[in-house]
Every structure is written in structure tokens, then in C-alpha cells.
């Protein structure tokens, strides 16, 4: 969930996984969420979609430019490989400091690794 109804099951899994072990707990709505999960998560999700809509459509919220970008992710799909430096960068620019850009499009563009990583050029 994103929105702020879902924060005390949210709270609770997270505690729970914390409790079996998690050293880490990343949450992964896919948007920016109700400020609140940032509190839970170690590594929050924010942008999980088609390049398209992250070049047209993409907007960040003030609390999200707050934040220390490792706390940030964005996973871009559907990047013409071409561009996959020009992602890269923009996630930078974004505020994501943890991020994956990749070629492959729906039902799986996470199946391989990434054929661009960051620091890295084609």
C-alpha cells in the first residue's frame, strides 16, 4: 500500500521481519507514499514503472527532497538502450540514490541484470 491506512499493517510485517532477522527492510509501493513509511522502510520504492511515464509523468513530493537519496530507489523499465546513461542520471537528478534502469519491458524486465550500471556507460 501507499497510502496511510496501510501504515499499521505495514508497521507491524516490518517489526515482525525485524524480529526474524531482516537486517534490512525495503518497502516497494512503486510511488511516493504517505511520508509515514519512510519510518518503517530502510530502502523506500518510490518510482516503479515504464521509462514513458518517468519521463512524462513523474513528480516527487517535498518530503522526498529531504531525504539522503541511499534511502531512495527508482526502477525504470522499458528504456530504450540508448538512453540508459540518460536514466541513470536522471534517477541521480531525482533524488534516488539506489536505482535500476533496464531495456526489458513487462511481464518481467527484472529477469537479468541490468545492462547499464551506475558509473558504468555501454
Known amino acids: 500500500p501507499a497510502d496511510r491506512t496501510g501504515l499499521p499493517f505495514v508497521r507491524q510485517a516490518a517489526r515482525a521481519a525485524r524480529r526474524a532477522g531482516a537486517a534490512t527492510v525495503v518497502l516497494n509501493p512503486g510511488v511516493h507514499p504517505a511520508p509515514g513509511y519512510l519510518r518503517i522502510a530502510d530502502l523506500l520504492v518510490t518510482f516503479e514503472g515504464h521509462w514513458d511515464t ?63 550500471l551506475p558509473g558504468k556507460t555501454p
Open 54 to 116: 518517468y519521463v512524462s509523468a513523474f513528480t516527487r513530493p517535498g518530503w522526498a527532497d529531504r531525504q539522503p537519496p541511499e534511502r531512495l530507489c527508482h526502477l525504470v523499465y522499458g528504456v530504450p538502450g540508448a538512453l540508459l546513461p540518460l536514466a541513470l542520471r536522471t534517477a541521480g537528478d531525482r533524488g534516488a540514490g539506489v536505482y535500476c534502469v533496464v531495456e526489458r519491458e513487462l511481464p518481467n524486465p527484472w529477469a537479468a541484470l541490468p545492462p547499464v
